[in-house]
């Protein structure tokens, strides 16, 4: 496995200002505005992982005391579902053997998240804002020369990144069709080698 590179910061005029241009995607070609988006986070994601970071802080700072106890709520409930999930039979157990300490355990766990219901709507919506912000950049913006080049070179391995490894765990990859393309042209030119 090629050692892992962090894509570099692209500039504020070609991420959103002068130079950038932006188009609706044809929504009736799925493949296309699909690889449009992987291609876009690919050569982006340093400018994304940064944007997300400072709409999250920026929340964080507005919300403060809403995003802790939304992560603190969070968290508890990740925990629960953690512990009760792998410890199915020792819950069972205490539930049979301690049957008003699991009603006044269930109760308060409800009346909590009642409680902090806003807080963790605001912390939800400080991880989804950012999120939205991207896929709706990723979607809207024309990929340029140097975008397609840079994202044909981690295609075919000769670089590794952050975005590459995830998309790639996840089974999405961009198209290969230029690559391809040249290569079978190559090879018919001159031959298998």
Known sequence: MAEVEVAPLRSLDDFLLRTATFQIPNFKNL???A????????????????????VFLVIGVIYPTEMICGMFAISIAFSLFYYV????RSAIHFKEEHPFISLAVIFSG?????YVFGAVIVFLFGIAL????IIIH????????KN?????IETVGLRRTPMGIFLEALGQEPETTVIAAASDSWTGRFGKS
């Open 85 to 88: 999930t792998n410890t199915k």
């Open 31 to 33: 493949d296309k505005w």
């Open 130 to 133: 950012p999120l939205l912000l």
């Open 148 to 152: 397609k080049l840079t994202n044909r």
């Open 138 to 145: 990723a979607s809207l913006r024309l990929r340029n020369f």
């Open 35 to 54: 690889n449009r988006v992987m291609n876009n986070l690919l050569y982006y994601q340093t400018n994304y992982f940064v944007m997300a970071t400072l």
């Open 110 to 114: 409800g009346y909590f998240i009642v």
